[in-house]
């Protein structure tokens, strides 16, 4: 889409204010076109009509593209055709350089035919950067928490804390470890 704004500053350029675009639908798959509207876009008053609307087109599902010069940028909305035409023609900019970004066509009950508008890209809020802390629970504060009684100890499972020593917890793998130990060394010994 950037190819998009930059050919059509192109154009404007060359061509002094006024840009005009075709505007085509297309079934999904299909190569043939068939014109929908003309877009005429004025940079530099910052008007956007839209023009030469064929209204014979058959009720269906389209892809909507445009034609910019050689370029055609296919399937930039898929809308369903009704008639009569209800739809907005959102086309938007760079509010400092008039940079056309991106088109969408969209229904509107409240519109009549196709009407353009263009809208001016906004920078949203930004959050301040912050460190994050690392923080390591220990199973006291756990404990502690499960005490105060929160909304969130009553879903926690009671986990029984194991006292035992490492010797009692693994001594089955410290006695397997011995027997192969044994095994192995018995072996080559015998040799």
């Known amino acids: 889409m950037r190819s998009f704004g930059v050919v059509l500053m192109f154009l404007a350029l060359v061509c002094g204010s006024e840009v005009r675009i075709p505007l085509f639908v297309q079934k999904p798959g299909q190569e043939s076109r068939s014109p929908l509207a003309t877009m005429v876009y004025d ?35 898929y809308i369903k055709l009704k008639y009569p035409l209800h739809y907005d023609l959102y086309l938007d900019t760079k509010s400092d350089s008039h940079l056309l970004y991106k088109l969408s066509l969209k229904p509107n009950p409240q519109a009549s035919g196709i009407e353009g508008t263009i809208r001016s890209a906004q920078e949203g809020p930004q959050a301040p950067p912050e460190k994050l802390r690392r923080v390591t629970k220990t199973y006291e504060d756990k404990k502690k928490k499960a005490q105060l009684g929160s909304a969130s100890a009553s879903f926690e499972e009671d986990v029984e804390v194991d006292d035992r020593t490492f010797l009692q917890k693994n001594w089955k793998y410290l006695l397997i470890g011995l027997v192969l130990y044994a095994v192995s060394t018995g072996g080559s010994a015998q040799q």
């Open 43 to 77: 940079g530099e008053s910052s008007v956007l009509e839209v023009s030469d609307v064929n209204e014979a087109l058959p009720e269906d599902s389209y892809c909507v593209g445009a034609q910019v010069a050689e370029n055609y940028y296919p399937c930039f909305s």
